[in-house]
């Protein structure tokens, strides 16, 4: 029978494991036994940590790092994790590399570090320490290590253990493997890396002089973005469409900068780099996008014609100003399917309906039709047939926006209040509520897909039921202590910086309308 076969039931064998473990002088024989009692910890291989602190002063580093993983399931406390990260980190150090050997470990030699900065990040002094004992490492791949360790830390507490930050940063100066995990941990910072907006700068500034790789310098910028600081504007004017600059769209006081770039890329057409990323960002400008309306309407015919027909009407009846007729006039065509444009549009053009995106492409259309001419005739036609038809979220969403307008279509909403699809209650409570002016019934669907916040976990369903329930405002008080919990809470939600920052944004914004 193979350690890993050890049934974790058969209280006899595993008291055979823990007596043979005791008695191993084969280190690699005894890095198995302990690393296999570790696996079964759940099964009560072993209860207490404390049983295997014997072999974190053995000669050899990897058993030290056996001993260490395996006591990790049951170091849940202060005291029954102390010491384990700093002898993790010297022994990484002793054994001279930041993998492991294949045997007895598998798969766990690879990124082995994180193997043990996962685990460890719930006590912050020993994760500390682990990270300390690899930042001055000789061998570059251990010092990216460090990295990877301050990184679980980063992303797990909204106030870390001071010198992680600062050891990230330092990675800035290293060599070319180090410095791409510190660039990559800062890129995903947000606001955090505010304090270091400077030095990030100057980086830029360094390696534009130095001619090094655009990606480089890419993920420096995408981190300034972070902490919404201008000087990355220049930059990233001169190469949005990049894939490490995609993210959330630039800020609406970078629109008069970046639009005569932006509608000059949209005339290169649909084939042109970063054409989603420069729509993304006009949806989110709203009228101050208008500039770019002729553009946007020569992507009606094009695959493109979804997204630029929902940045049409984000801009509004400004778009008629700007692009006169035509603009109602291609939307209303859309809308009716009179145009269509190329197959595989998107939202428009793909048959057959009811069940494909056309009918999705046909109700965006309708949609802006009514943003833009303020005429509601032709939205309530083609979006109301889709919702008796019961294409779901897409549908629910523009119908919302109608609201009483929409009056006549609530009975056909009502039924998906219950319905088995998240995404469709959701957008069933808020069609509800703005059709109705009934918030209690929206709210009470609308309650329960908060569950997950006890777990700290964050998914687009719920980011977007909190910003439901913010829209819905005094009704929704019941979601409040919910949303504080977040706001006060020492842990980061969603196992990032950046979903912890939106969360927080958008339960912040629902208290203030809540009240």
Known sequence: MFLGEVPGDDASALDGLRKQAAAESDPTALQAQLLALGSLSAHGAVTDASWFRPWLTHPDPLVRLAAIRAALPTATTSAAARGLGGTAGSAFVAFGAASLPDVPWGSQGREAVRGFAEPLRAQPREARELVGALTGAPRADLRRAALVAADAQLRYWRRPSAGLWEAVVAG???????????????????????????????FVQEQDRAATSTSTVDLAVRALMGAADDRALPRYRERFGSHYLRG????????????????????????????????????????SAVPATPELAGLLDTTYAGPAADALGRIGPAARTAG?????????????????????????????????QGWHGAQTAAWAHWRVTGDPELALRVIGAAALAGLGRPALARLADLGSLAFRYADAVRPLLGCPGAWSRLGAAEAWWRLTGDAATAVDTLLPELRPLAAYEVTPLVLRTVQALGRIGSPAAAAAPTLRVVLDADRRYGGGILLDEQICRAATEALDRIG
């Open 248 to 287: 959330e769209p630039p800020p609406l006081r970078w629109a008069p900068h970046l639009l005569p770039a932006f509608r000059e890329r949209l005339r290169g057409g649909p084939g042109a780099r970063g054409i989603p990323e420069v729509l993304n960002a006009l949806t989110a400008w709203g009228p």
């Open 172 to 202: 800035l100066d290293d060599e070319d493997r180090v410095r791409a995990q510190a660039l990559d941990i800062l890129a995903g910072g947000g606001a955090a890396v505010t304090p270091y907006a400077d030095r990030l700068a100057r």
């Open 324 to 356: 006169g007729e035509a603009v109602a006039d291609l939307l209303a065509g859309l809308a009716r399917g009179d145009l269509r444009p190329p197959r595989g549009a998107d939202g428009i053009g793909c048959v057959p309906p009811p069940a494909s």
